[in-house]
């Protein structure tokens, strides 16, 4: 029985010292509710700065120059000079027809054109023949309208005849498929040996024998809101970026607005024409235009991410605590927006552990942002 109150009573003893080693020492207890009540949050100190409030678009970048090449004439494609992706010049020789049966009509008609100018040099002699005798009345009506009728005839057959001289020359000439301008070789869509039916518009409806594309400059097409169309006009600025140059701007210019609307979609056409001097920008990639579209000078600036709700934000009172104040906001873009009301430079507005906070939150500042 005693040796059982002596255990108890050990056992509450170091209970006790277990109890006593666990609390904190005098004074620090204070300071670690005092911790956690204060919210971290990083701030940043209000300034006046130019703003400008941009529109953004998404599109797809587009060589401002593309056709599809495609002799006039059909037959067989004898030679194909180029490969996709080669540069070529204006001018340059890109692909030949089979020319074998239109040499054959040249030579036809440059023979039946001595045989027509000869016929008309016969009729013509007949004729000044004829009009000789007509003065000296030594002819009959019937005689010279039958005269007449046969240089007619023959002038009717030189001209017909020189027209088919020219067809055959023509063909010979379309038979070279040359470059219309400087660029790249998009594609090759045929080879040697296939045959181009004149009726389905070339090798293809669509593609040609080659595509040739200039993207020393590039376009964008974007569509825009009725809200905005008014806001934008020809010859304005305009900036692109691609994902592939996170960092880079190219700048170009507005080159087409539309008048009207799609009638689908309800929106308008507009054109962004911007310089590729080094072809780093390339056809069928997306691309983000950006149009400024207001600035202003001089403007009470904060960080997009301090304004909750669209209406108010937390500004630092000297006793490291947290007001609520409305604002009124201007001009806007995507990391920035103007304050016309509720803040004054200098003052330090919360952006970054600002939800949750309530007016007199207490604070602690992590970070200054200026």
């Known amino acids: 029985m005693k040796k059982i109150r002596v255990a108890k009573a050990c056992g509450i003893l170091l209970l006790f010292l277990f109890l006593v080693s666990c609390q904190p020492p005098a004074g620090e207890t204070g300071k670690e509710e005092e911790s956690f009540g204060a919210a971290p949050v990083k701030v940043f100190k209000v300034r006046r700065q130019k703003i400008s409030e941009k529109l953004l678009f998404t599109g797809v970048i587009e060589a401002w120059k593309k056709i599809n090449v495609t002799p006039d004439i059909g037959g067989k494609i004898a030679k194909i000079h180029v490969e996709e992706g080669e540069r070529v010049e204006k001018g340059q020789l890109l692909a030949e027809m089979d020319t074998r049966a239109i040499r054959l009509q040249l030579e036809q008609a440059e023979a039946a054109l001595a045989v027509a100018e000869a016929s008309y040099h016969d009729a013509q002699k007949n004729m000044e023949r004829m009009k000789r005798l007509e003065k000296e009345d030594a002819v009959s009506d019937q005689q010279y309208e039958k005269i007449k ?48 039916n004149p009726m389905m518009g070339g090798f293809s409806p669509t593609s040609g024998v080659l595509t040739l594309m200039d993207f020393s400059r590039v376009k964008i097409e974007i569509d825009v809101s009725h809200r905005d169309i008014v806001r934008i006009q020809k010859g304005q600025a305009a900036r692109l970026r691609v994902t592939v140059f996170p960092d880079k701007f190219f700048q170009g210019k507005v080159s087409i607005v539309n008048i009207t609307a799609d009638p689908t979609t309800k929106k308008f056409r507009v054109e962004v024409m911007v310089d590729n001097p080094n072809l780093v920008l390339r056809p069928n990639t997306f691309g983000e235009v950006s149009l400024e579209v207001s600035t202003h000078e001089n403007a009470l600036v904060i960080p997009q991410k301090a304004v909750l709700e669209n209406k108010y934000a937390f500004r630092i009172k000297d006793n490291n605590r947290v007001e609520r104040v409305d604002l009124t906001l201007g001009l806007q873009n995507s990391d920035q927006i103007e304050v016309v009301s509720g803040l004054k430079e200098g003052d330090l507005v919360v952006v970054e552990g600002n939800f949750g906070l309530e007016d007199g939150t207490e604070i602690e500042i992590k970070e200054v942002i200026e």
């Open 149 to 196: 009728l046969a240089f007619d005839l023959a002038d009717a057959q030189l001209k017909q005849a020189k027209a088919a001289l020219n067809l055959a020359r023509y063909n010979l000439d379309v038979s070279l498929m040359k470059a219309p301008f400087s660029g790249v070789i998009a594609s090759r869509n045929a080879e040697v040996g296939d045959v181009i």
